[in-house]
Structure formats: C-alpha cells, structure tokens
C-alpha cells in the first residue's frame, strides 16, 4: 500500500486484551491499534494478556527490542507514526479538516465510550472485557475503582450527573452526524486508510457489538445508516475475511508456562501433614477470609460514595 513507511524487519507483535462480542479483541483501546496494522497490510501477530485488566499499557506493540506503550507518548499508534514503524498519515497529518476530525473522534466519542461503558451501563460489558477471569471480590474492587475514575475523568458528581449526560451524547450526535456527511457512500474519509479511519473504524464496531441494545450510545449511532453500513463492510474485508492467527493461551503470561493445561498431572503420593504445615494451613485460610471480609466492607462503605478525589492515571477502556 502506498503512503505506508516500515523500518523494522522483524514482525510485529500486537498485545490486546482477549476477543469477544465477535470482535478480535473486545477492548476498545485495542481494537483501533489492531485495526491501524490490517489498514497498513503488514504481517503481525496477535496475542492476549488478561491477568492485569487495570494495566493502562494495554495494548502495545512489540517488535524485536522496539515496545509501544498506550500509556506512553500518546498511544500506540502515535508512537508507531513518530518512530517510522507504521505509518499511515504521513501526507495528510497536517490537513486541517483531517486534524479536527480525529481530534472529535479521539475526545468527544472517547468519552462517550467511556461514559456508557462505566458509568451509563449495568456493567455486564465491562464485566465480559476485563473482569470475567477474576474472583468476583478482586473483580468487585477493580470495577468500583474504575467507575469512581472515570466519573472524576467525565467531570460527573452527584449534581450534575444528568446535565453531563445530556452533553456527552450531544457532542456524539454532532460528531457522528459531521462523519457521515464527510463519508457519504465512501469507504474512507479522505480516499485511503488512515489513523482516522482506524479509530472511527474501531469506536463504530465497538459500539455496535459491544454495547447493549438498550445503549443510548448505539442508538445515536445508529441514525446514521452509512456509517454502520460501511463499518460492517470493513470489517468484513480486513477483519473477517484475514485475521492473524491468534493464540488465547498467551492470555495467562506471555513469557512463561501458562498456569492452566488441559494434560493431566502426575500427582504425587499423599503423606501425613506435620502439625507445622497444618498451622500454617489454618492461618492462610484465615487470612483468604478477612481478605474476603474486607473487600466487602470496602465495598459497603464507599459503595455509595460519587464524588472524591481519585487518580485517573489507572483510566483504562
């Protein structure tokens, strides 16, 4: 493809959190990443990493000794473009109309993304993408938490919950409506591929197969019959029809023997604990019980709680 500059000869190495919803990595963060590397038709494989759902690293890309960070240098696709491993935008990156596209898309349909995803929904999504591998206390926690920093994010206390409701899905209809004039019956907004297409690409096919059918979101989305005609059709050129091949047993570490195997082991011969190893037996079990206690005290406590500093450091989609 023209207007594609690689400077690596070693494959790349794309790191997402798993597939679901039909999607080949349900996380919305790493769905445009995967989606910016079919655009630029470049070899690479796929690989999941779910033991740490709070890790705002997630996605990167590994090529060789070269790693791209979400959370350094403005994302990975960024820091693919600036480091001349992909890119996709590098005659058109200075277009004004171009430019205040993806800024609307990177901001206003974030947060609208964000929004429903956290905040405006039961949780059950949410639940699916980062939390269904872990005890349901941890998994608890973890999504409290995040809920908490997203509404700090959003600007949202108990005050003016409805009012920045209100605003988050009307600079998405704006959005979406200002999209579907550019694109018409187009596949692309300025003739090819771009970071643009792959982020607008990967927000519409989220929204579609992630959200509920209940999603305000989905519905503002679906006023616009030319966008979700031609994500679908995207979707099944580049994502559908040639997927890398991806391997779901990476999801447990992707540098060591996965914790899980479908072989059976040999178990040793049993043998009569000594008072010693039974002590210590009793206080670990004693010690997963308050563990447990005080997950759901901290939940009782703060489970009503809105407002109040949080760091949104840990923001994760």
């Not at 690596?8 to 910016?36: D, M």
């Not at 269904?132 to 003016?160: C, E, M, Y």
């Amino acid at each position: 493809m023209e207007n594609v500059r690689v400077e690596r000869e070693e494959e790349l190495t794309l790191v997402a959190r798993k597939p679901f919803f039909g999607l080949p990595t349900a996380c919305s963060t790493s769905l445009p990443v995967y989606i910016y590397l079919k655009f630029s038709k470049i070899p690479f494989t796929l690989e999941f990493k779910n033991n740490y759902p709070d890790s705002d690293q997630i996605p990167f890309v590994e090529c060789g000794d070269y790693v791209a960070y979400n959370n350094v240098n403005g994302g990975v696709i960024k820091t693919l473009k600036e480091d001349k491993i992909v890119d996709l935008d590098s005659d058109i990156s200075s277009t004004p109309e171009w430019v205040s596209m993806k800024a609307m898309v990177e901001s206003w349909l974030k947060d609208a993304v964000l929004y429903e995803l956290w905040v405006g929904s039961d949780g059950k999504a949410a639940h699916s993408i980062y939390y269904s591998d872990l005890p349901w206390p941890i998994g608890k926690v973890l999504h409290f938490k995040q809920v908490r920093a997203v509404k700090q994010l959003l600007a949202i206390t108990s005050s003016n919950a409805e009012e920045r409701e209100q605003e988050i899905y009307d600079r998405a209809s704006m959005v979406y409506k200002a999209l579907s004039s550019k694109l018409e019956e187009e596949s692309f907004f300025f003739e090819r591929p771009t970071s643009l297409d792959a982020v607008f690409l990967g927000h519409v096919l989220f929204t579609l197969h992630a959200l509920p059918e209940t999603s305000i979101l989905k519905s503002k989305l679906l006023e616009h019959p030319n966008l979700v005609t031609n994500a679908e059709k995207l979707k099944s050129v580049y994502i559908d029809s040639n997927s890398p091949s991806a391997d779901p047993s990476s999801s447990a570490s992707r540098r060591g023997p996965s914790r899980w195997s479908s072989k059976p082991e040999y178990k040793s011969p049993k043998r009569e604990k000594t008072e010693e190893e039974k002590q210590f037996r009793r206080r670990s079990t004693y010690f997963l019980a308050s563990q447990f206690i005080a997950v759901l005290v901290f939940i009782t406590i703060f489970g009503g709680s809105e407002d109040g500093d949080v760091d949104d450091d840990g923001i994760y989609e």
